[in-house]
């Protein structure tokens, strides 16, 4: 079935420095790709949509300037966590509908364990 | 997208089916049922999921009621394996973009 990789799996940074994940839908294209956060013990809180060849929309309360999407391609959506902090330290999780305006699953990422010291 | 309830926790033996209830009374008539699980630190699995048929598959069976306000998740034989969090959600055709719940947390016991 349709795949979706994320790398990397887990992430150490230092306070201050930007961090880049990536997300990939591995054998199908995905015009439409989605971030989640997730915190401890919490559920998945969806972040953002990202849309390829135009800019990503944010859900209420995420910072855009902060959590930069990019998705250059078909196959590729980039987050990129500037200037991290400590409270930024969250598992982050990507997913891409499989066939898109259809009746289908989505497909999630293995997820990348960011914390930030 | 319909909010759904779902009770925080269940314990299941291992070998005995698990039934995880989800409520979803606002549901309106194009949105399906979806079912994902999440086993620590990982990213959520596909379960199933439906519109208003049952629906079952390799890894588990779907009952919606008939006025589709709520709907059952059955594992038929619970493994340790299947120890998890059960988000059930309900979505549109179109957007896949999932907004989870709290899910349930459910433990198979020995």
């Known amino acids: 079935g349709a795949v979706v990789s994320q790398h990397p799996s887990r992430v150490i940074c230092k306070s201050g420095t930007s961090v880049k994940i990536e997300c990939r839908s591995l054998?199908?294209?995905?015009?439409?790709m989605f971030w989640y956060r997730q915190f401890p013990k919490q559920s998945l809180m969806l972040m953002a949509t990202?849309?390829?060849?135009?800019?990503?929309?944010?859900e209420q309360g995420v910072e855009k300037d902060k959590f930069l999407i990019n998705h250059a391609s078909l196959t590729l959506s980039t987050l990129t966590v500037t200037s991290a902090h400590p409270e930024d330290s969250s598992f982050y999780i990507c997913?891409?509908?499989?066939?898109?305006?259809?009746?289908?699953?989505?497909?999630f990422g293995q997820g990348t364990r960011l914390t930030v010291v | 997208d319909a909010k759904t309830t779902q009770p925080p926790s269940m314990d299941c033996a291992e070998g005995r089916a698990a039934n995880l209830p989800c409520n979803h009374s606002?549901?309106?008539?194009?949105?399906?049922v979806y079912w994902y699980r999440q086993i620590h630190s990982q990213g959520p699995q596909y379960i199933i999921h439906g519109l208003k048929n049952n629906e079952t598959n390799e890894m588990a069976s779907l009952i919606i009621t008939e006025d589709r306000k709520s709907s059952t998740l059955i594992l038929p034989h619970a493994t340790l394996r299947d120890t998890a969090v059960y988000y059930c959600i309900v979505i549109e055709v179109t957007g896949n973009q999932f907004y989870f719940g709290t899910g349930t947390s459910l433990t198979v016991i020995p």
């Open positions: 054998d199908f294209q995905a015009t439409t």
């Open positions: 990202s849309n390829e060849g135009s800019k990503a929309t944010y």
């Open positions: 997913s891409a509908p499989g066939r898109p305006f259809m009746n289908t699953e989505a497909f």
């Open positions: 606002t549901i309106s008539g194009n949105e399906y």
